[in-house]
């Protein structure tokens, strides 16, 4: 006769370590002292075997500095920023310092000699390595080259950090690079674009595009800091500070009124002053805390529900469709009008609001409307969020300027077209 079968018995262990030796000991007996782990051991037996379910917390801590004069052989913070003060003693920084540095070609020709003059006169063994981090080369090849790179230079992977110094492609390729070496190397950011300034450099997100889609390669792995200075910023060409003032506002649009009347009333005094202006400061600084606000509670994206995918929705796929000829934030600029017009419709946004929105994107020097984002463009976008996204579009839309909400239901079929012909039949004759 088979045996009855009895209850699962489940057993929660914390894990202790006593003279460098990791004990398991049941909840509620621990008998020896020694150093509790913040991971536990669940055992299930039952009639059909054993199972151990392993929980371990996985605590990332990463800094972002503002800071002037990076470059400045006389400031400490490109060597060692990364560190706690505490962490940092003088016979620290009396020992000579090893840093590779992955760099932005185009950033080579016009930083190069003043980041080699930085790290001669602090006396650092160190290899630049300039390569075309452009969207169209954000491959593994890439990855690969700094892998091998990295490898025949030789650091050590605990306090030698990778630095990275260019634009959002850069940072991603060389964050998923120090991902993969030794499993884990740290890595430094310092963001040269105004893109890659408030949005690229204060997250996790590492990636390369992959089988045609765009960041499809990536881990979620932060930096140990990032280094933001705007002075980089004076040397951008304007389509490039437009591009990133696309990601400003999407969180003035999602999150932050006075940011938008900010924009609204001085957007393109800032651009003109290549936002080295008080108004400039005090916008990167309100977008990137409102990012650090959504990003820092949901760094892994456990929550798919994440109002900074506004924008994101269709202009993954725009972007890769017309690549080279839109910049990120550009497609993602014509991604959040397009769905303004949609918000419009469904009684989220006034015609006044709608109007000041664009408005606002036209004084940033963006694009409203490309003739590539198709109605058939869109369905497809759409079916691919469905794909990832757990079966709900999860669509961040706002609700008056500077407010949002998710929306779980597909937008209906009518209102998707009537929004795309009330869109195009408007801002059409504004095609960059």
Known sequence: MPSDNSAPQKTKFNLLQVKGTWVRQSEGCQETEGRVSDAKIYERKSDQGVSWTVVSPIVFTYKIIQCENLLDPRNDTLLWGHLDIEDLSDNAKSQPVKRFVVIDDTVHQLYGDK???????????????????????????????????????????????????????????????????????????????????????????????????????????????????????????????????????????????????????????????????????????????????????????????RLVDFGHLISPQLEMEVLPALLHGEAVNIDMCFMVYVSHLRGLLSVEEKGRVVRCMLGLNLPVWHQDCTLDLIHKSLHERLKHSAGSPRMPLPTALGRAEIFHDMIDEDLLSQAHHLWTSELSSHLN
Not at 183 to 188: A, F, L, Q, S, W
Not at 213 to 225: D, H, I, L
Not at 277 to 297: K, Q, R, Y
């Open 115 to 305: 980041i080699r003059e930085y790290f001669d006169t602090r006396r650092a063994v160190y290899k630049i390595l300039p390569l075309p981090t452009t969207e169209e080369n954000k491959s593994l090849d890439l990855v690969t080259k700094i892998l091998q790179e990295v490898h025949d230079f030789g650091i050590d992977r605990r306090s030698e950090p990778i630095v990275a110094i260019g634009g959002g492609v850069c940072l991603d390729v060389v964050g998923l690079a120090a991902s993969l070496y030794r499993r884990r190397t740290p890595y430094i950011r310092v963001p040269t674009t105004l893109l890659a300034y408030v949005d690229a450099s204060v997250g996790a997100k590492t990636g390369v595009n992959f089988a045609g889609g765009k960041n499809k390669v990536g881990s979620y792995v932060p930096p140990a800091a990032t280094f933001l200075d705007r002075s980089f910023f004076r040397t951008l060409p304007q389509r490039q500070l437009s591009n990133g003032m696309a990601e400003i506002l999407k969180m003035a649009l999602m999150k932050h009124h006075g940011l938008f009347e900010l924009l609204e009333a001085e957007g393109s005094q800032m651009l003109d002053s290549k936002l080295q202006s008080s108004d400039a400061s005090a916008c990167t600084h309100v977008a990137i805390e409102t990012m650090l606000e959504e990003l820092a509670p949901n760094l892994w994206e456990d929550d798919l529900d």
